[in-house]
């Protein structure tokens, strides 16, 4: 992207928008997505702070030349400085409380959904982490009317459930960033970092008064919801106002070292700290992804509902599992197409090893782009659809093998044909005569290399054809007594019945190496599916146990302060968590649903066969 471009719109009094333009960018980008949002007052150096973001070209407008620039979220996509194959999405957000704007009710949706979207937030002040600082980010403390955490359906309508303990769990990293920071970093004379002067600044205070519950609550849930809590303080980048005007203009030399040196600080832990986004479940988000997420966040906000993000994970999820069948579809016809030159192949044997490389590695295609296929759904859409594909290209190997035959039939039996029309066979021995050349014929086909797995029943039908012929010159042979004629007739007759028969055995034949190939290849979806399944839950488990380990830090901290209440909260949410990861590791190996998928196929297989 040469420059930003607005990707949620929020016009005063009217409704948020993605835009389409901006949409189609993330919808293209097939990379994980590294996402950096950045909230906090007007002019206070955001825009400045995601330009050096962005390799220090300046994209996002400043301060002083914004006055008409749309509000809301901003978007610029760049490749990712130091992840190889990532791309950052910087989130720049435009007139959160601004007043000269008008303070929409929309603002608390937009720092929602910069919440909701990025990966780290950066929450940008000036000058000091003091209680107008907190005050500022009383959007935080709403945040439980404004994101649900599971889908309403399965809680009763009255049931307040709290959900925030799950916020950690998708919530992105935390950064302040305190800028025209004039203090020293020091407590009791002694030097601290920057990280501990932010937590400091987030220290409870103990009491049960209003002011003290006041003072509490955006530090209690900065420090509930967020995963992880950073600092950075800048000096003043310049010391003249008149210079801060043209900021953008400035060589980096004509700035403060210390202020050049910590942006340059800021970048590379941006760069080599903050991870891809994910979602529950450890999935990792890819431009297209994040776009289909803002579509899904912000049509709830406009449908009058609040963003829940098991919801989003449901909504993509089944987006992004149709895409895998059709995208694994194609990849099957993809590789097909290139097998088709060796059609008609000699047996069904050979065709079915095409049709597995082939399924294979569509198979993969499917495995790698889908994701919380729980109930097997789309595998078994797969599954179906592939058996389609193998039917008409089965189909298609038949067919070829039968032009082919008859091409080679009609080669062979020329002088046959003409022989019986010159009525070279209508004279005494003549009927031997010609079942000598349809014997010499019929052994040439044999021989003939390349006719495929239609060979028997073309050579029955060019058989049967000649029937009424062959018959006719048996009869006007006078050589042959009623007696030999008759038997000779019943030689003809056994021969078709015996060719018959094995066109059947060889039919039923065909289906039974069908058979054994369709069972492998659900054995072999169940096995890829089983791996896939146990990785998704190993992520799962996984991320259980970090959010445990986290909640116990939380836990300590609590208790040496006395908030015994709390710590009793975080108590219940770690025992929730300990019982999940317990029924988690507990349950069967989806051992029903992978039934289910392969009954349907089964039970197809065997109504086929003949008798
Ligand atoms: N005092 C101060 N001004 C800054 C800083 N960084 C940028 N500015 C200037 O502040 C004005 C607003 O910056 P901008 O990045 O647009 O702020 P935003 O509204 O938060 O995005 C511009 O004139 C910038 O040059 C800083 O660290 N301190
Ligand atoms: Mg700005």
């Known amino acids: 992207m040469e420059e930003p471009m607005c990707l949620i719109g929020n016009k005063e009094n009217e409704e948020i928008i993605v835009n389409q333009e901006a949409l189609q960018i993330l919808l293209d980008i097939t990379q994980p997505v590294v996402v950096v949002a950045i909230v906090g007052k007007y002019r206070t150096g955001k825009s400045y702070l995601m330009n050096k973001l962005a390799g220090g070209k300046n994209g996002f407008a400043l301060g002083s ?104 769990r998708f919530f992105p990293s935390f950064i302040w960033c305190v800028r025209d920071f004039t203090l020293k970093l020091e407590k009791n004379d002694v030097p601290i970092t920057e990280d501990q002067y932010l937590l400091d600044a987030l220290e409870l205070k103990k009491g049960l008064g209003r002011k003290v519950q006041d003072y509490n609550l ?80 912000t049509e709830a906000i406009r449908s009058g509902s609040i963003p829940c993000m098991e919801n989003a994970v449901i909504a ?74 193998k039917s008409k290209y089965s189909l298609y190997n038949e067919e070829e093998s039968a032009k082919k035959c008859k091409a080679i039939l009609q080669n062979l039996s020329g002088s046959l044909e003409s ?30 290399k390349g006719k495929g797995v239609k060979a028997l029943e073309i050579l029955q039908e060019f058989l049967t054809e000649k029937e009424t012929v062959e018959a006719a010159i048996l009869q006007a042979d006078q050589s042959l007594t009623i007696k030999e004629k008759e038997i000779e007739d019943q030689r003809v007759r056994t021969e078709a019945a015996e060719r018959e028969k094995q066109i059947l055995e060889e039919h039923n034949r065909r289906l039974e190496v069908d058979m054994e190939n369709q069972k492998k290849s659900l054995e072999d979806h169940k096995r890829l599916m089983e791996e896939k399944m146990v990785e998704e839950r190993k992520k799962i ?57 392969a009954r349907p196929f089964a039970y197809a297989l065997t109504a086929r066969k003949k008798p």
């Not at 019986?420 to 044999?446: C, H, R």
Request: hydrophobic letters at 35%; glycine letters at 6%; one cysteine or more.
């Open 218 to 297: 955006p530090r209690r849930c900065i420090r509930h919801y967020f995963h992880s809590h950073k600092c950075f303080v800048f000096d003043r980048p310049v010391s003249t106002s008149n210079a801060l005007q043209r900021l953008e203009k400035l060589q980096e030399s004509q700035l403060e070292p210390e202020f050049v040196k910590k942006t340059t600080k800021f970048c590379r832990h941006i760069y080599e700290n903050c991870n891809a986004k994910t979602l529950v479940g450890g999935y990792t988000v890819t431009g297209r992804l994040l776009g289909n997420l803002a579509v899904s966040y």
């Open 419 to 448: 022989d019986i029309s010159d009525g070279k066979f209508s004279k005494p021995g003549g009927f031997k005569q010609f079942l000598a050349e349809k014997n010499s014929l019929v052994d040439e086909y044999k021989s003939s």
């Open 541 to 597: 488990i996984e991320q259980n146990e970090w959010m445990i380990k986290e909640k116990l830090k939380e836990q300590e901290e609590v208790l040496k302060k006395g908030f015994s209440q709390e710590s009793e909260m975080l108590k219940d949410q770690i025992k929730d968590l300990k019982k999940q990861n317990d029924e988690a590791a507990n349950r069967s190996l989806f051992g029903e649903i992978l039934e289910a998928i």
């Open 65 to 168: 030349t914004i006055q008409s620039k749309t509000k809301g979220i901003w978007m610029w996509c760049v490749p990712h400085p130091m992840k190889q194959g990532h791309t950052l999405v910087l989130l720049d957000t435009e007139g959160l409380g601004d007043v000269e704007k008008g303070d929409s009710k929309n603002d608390a949706w937009i720092f929602s959904l910069a919440i909701l979207l990025s990966s780290s937030l950066v929450y940008n002040s000036l000058g000091t982490i003091d209680q107008q600082a907190m005050d500022n980010l009383h959007y935080v403390t709403e945040l439980t009317e404004r994101i649900k955490v599971k889908s309403p359906e399965g809680q009763a309508m009255d049931e307040e459930v709290d959900e925030s303990g799950e916020f950690k």
């Open 316 to 389: 993509l999820a089944q987006i992004e599992n149709s895409r895998a069948v059709q995208k694994a579809l194609a990849k099957y016809e993809e590789e097909m197409s290139k097998n088709i030159g060796k059609f008609p192949t000699e047996t069904q044997e050979e065709f079915l090893n095409i049709h597995q490389e082939c399924e294979i590695e569509a198979t993969k295609v499917f495995m790698g782009l889908s994701f919380k296929d729980e109930n097997g759904e789309y595998l078994t859409q797969l599954i179906h659809d592939l058996a389609a594909k």
